[in-house]
């Protein structure tokens, strides 16, 4: 597919009221996601290591989950960890986990450009990359500004993986 600019009407932030969306990581873009999620109107859940970032999940008043936990509860995953812990993060928690028809949404496309991670056949692949770091893109979402991003389909198993994709982006403000 060409290059082409989505904008604002051409997503419907309604399609998520009925998924069950969970975030991987609260590091730095992980944060933002979820606070602007929320504060679009989608639930989130947090799946995370007990760490600082978990601790901070739970202060900022969201549920923190283990991976492989918020893995099953969802179907559709947000990996926000980083690119160097992401594969063996992806191996042991979330791929046996993965049900026929759950989204695998990436914020960049290094693991699966790289084979790094090869998700399942039955699954939707999707990109929503900022071109920021996360705090640009929680100050871009709190002042109404808006950010580009980068969105993608790599895999459509369903037939609604960029109605997805494009939802979650307005969702975080893009």
């Known amino acids: 597919m060409a290059a082409r600019l989505f904008r604002e009407e051409d997503a419907e932030l309604e399609l998520l009221a009925h998924k069950r969306i969970a975030l991987i990581g609260y590091g730095n873009l992980g944060r933002a996601f979820a606070l602007n999620l929320r504060d679009s109107g989608v639930r989130i859940t947090i799946g995370n290591l007990e760490d600082i970032y978990a601790a901070r999940a739970r202060a900022d008043g969201f549920e923190v989950l283990p991976i492989d936990q918020a893995t099953q509860r969802s179907d559709v995953l947000v990996m926000l960890v980083s690119d160097e812990v992401m594969p063996n993060a992806y191996l042991e928690m979330v791929s046996p986990n993965l049900k ?3 989204t ?9 450009a790289f084979g790094f991670i090869e998700p399942p056949s039955f699954v939707d692949v999707v990109m929503v990359a900022p071109r920021m770091v996360g705090a640009g893109v929680r100050e871009k979402f709190l002042s109404g500004e808006g950010f580009l991003s980068f969105v993608g389909v790599e895999r459509d198993a369903t037939g609604a993986a960029w109605e997805t994709a494009l939802a979650l982006a307005k969702g975080v403000g893009s």
């Open 100 to 102: 026929r028809g759950d």
């Open 104 to 112: 695998l949404v990436f914020a960049s496309g290094y693991n699966i």
